[in-house]
Nanobody, 121 residues
Framework: QVQLVESGGGLVQPGGSLRLSCVAS????????MGWFRQTPGKERELVAH???????NYLNSVKGRFTISRDNAKNTVYLQMNNLKPEDTAVYYC???????????????WGQGTQVTVSS
């Protein structure tokens, strides 16, 4: 059983910073691309940032220059450093990872339970 557990969300004032973490645990043979998505009520989930095993990254245009995604493969962890936060960044943030649990098993998309980020004065 594979689990993704996020942490680090909370309430922050505009211009502030938060760092989200997501740890993958359980049966993991290979941990491939990882990413962060976010969703607000009534809207579709959108990709915020993505990082490959080769550390190639891409970002949602509105967060470029403010957010940084990184990963620690030894800890099966992906991070999202969010600086200069804006009210429009308010959302539930979800961790996503492509994981192969066993040799020869399919690569499956896993999701965390989500962590709330609220940017408000």
């Amino acid at each position: 059983q594979v689990q993704l557990v996020e942490s680090g969300g909370g309430l922050v004032q505009p211009g502030g910073s938060l760092r989200l973490s997501c740890v993958a645990s359980g049966s993991i043979f290979s941990l491939n691309a990882m990413g962060w998505f976010r969703q607000t009520p009534g809207k579709e989930r959108e990709l915020v940032a993505h990082i490959t095993t080769g550390l190639n990254t891409n970002y949602l245009n509105s967060v470029k220059g403010r957010f940084t995604i990184s990963r620690d493969n030894a800890k099966n962890t992906v991070y999202l450093q969010m600086n200069n936060l804006k009210p429009e960044d308010t959302a539930v943030y979800y961790c996503n990872a492509l994981i192969k649990a066993f040799p020869g098993s399919p690569t499956i998309d896993y999701w965390g339970q989500g962590t709330q980020v609220t940017v408000s004065s």
